[in-house]
């Protein structure tokens, strides 16, 4: 192989290397938004959840204490 020819050939190939590494980097930062989002979306039903929690167990305490105050007012 000539030395033109060798170096056509390895251009070429650094060229789809340089491609090759561009769509590689591409697919990966497509991956890492989806991790994120799939992350954020977690993050925000856990804390739906726990504000769901929250209200329930305020509830709750309003029902024992008035509860409470009702058993001292009647008496046992």
Do not use: C, K, N
């Amino acid at each position: 192989m000539s030395r033109r020819s060798s170096g056509l050939i390895g251009s070429w190939a650094e060229a789809q290397r340089q491609d090759q590494r561009r769509r590689e980097a591409q697919r990966w930062a497509g991956v890492r938004e989806q991790q994120a989002a799939y992350r954020r979306q977690r993050e925000a039903d856990v804390l739906r959840r726990t504000q769901e929690l929250d209200a329930r167990v305020a509830v709750l305490e309003g029902l024992l204490v008035g509860a409470g105050r009702r058993h001292f007012e009647w008496g046992p």
